[in-house]
Every structure is written in C-alpha cells, then in structure tokens.
C-alpha cells in the first residue's frame, strides 16, 4: 500500500487549505479519514468518510472541515475553511482497507501562522 500526499504548508489564519491522499492499493477500501497530530500532543480523530459517503467529523472541526473522496482515483481530500492557529499539525490520512486493516500515510504539516 502507498500513500502520497499533498497539500500541506504554511499558510495564514483565515485562509483555506486542501489535502489530499491517493492511495495505491490492489484491494477496495471501504473507510478513509484524517486524523492529526499538534506538537506535544497526542494524534486525533478529524474526519472519515465510509463507501457509503456518509462522513464523521470531530467536534472541533465541524463547520470548517469537509472530507471528499474521488473512488476512481483512490483520492481522499480535506478542505479547511478557515484555517485557525490550533489547526497546526501533521495530518496523516488513513485508509480501512479490505484484507489489510488501517494503513497510515507518512503525515503532511499544515502550520497556521500569521
């Protein structure tokens, strides 16, 4: 299984931001998300979304986060609108993935600064 993800960076409170994660797999994948991990912090939960289409979000994102997926292309997406401060971290995308189990990406930094 490989993950390449994408999007991160640094950018400023207010703006908006789009992370993305293709996935390469022989298997299907019926659950992705995001969770991410601030510094000194343990990882969080931030969003999933099932085959079904039907999307979790942790408290503290909701109304600002949005998980899409692109099925043909294996693509999970996260737009952060408006990004806050408190939103630095890594972000690690994760995909259920049939036989497999959950797999992890390698993480992308997203820093919120002004």
């Known amino acids: 299984v490989q993950f390449v993800e994408s999007g991160g960076g640094v950018v400023q409170p207010g703006e908006s931001l789009t992370l993305s994660c293709k996935i390469s797999?022989?298997?299907?994948?019926?659950?992705v998300g995001w969770y991410r991990q601030a510094p000194g912090k343990e990882r969080e939960f931030v969003a999933k979304?099932?085959?079904?289409?039907?999307?979790n979000y942790a408290d503290a994102v909701k109304g600002r986060f949005h998980i899409s997926r692109d099925a043909g292309k294996n693509t999970v997406y996260l737009h952060v609108t408006p990004l806050k401060p408190e939103d630095t971290a890594v972000y690690y995308c994760?995909?259920?993935?049939?036989?497999?189990?959950?797999?992890w990406g390698q993480g992308i930094q997203v820093t919120v600064s002004s």
């Open positions: 979304m099932t085959t079904g289409n039907d999307m």
């Open positions: 797999t022989r298997y299907s994948i019926p659950g």
């Open positions: 994760y995909a259920n993935i049939a036989v497999l189990g959950d797999r």
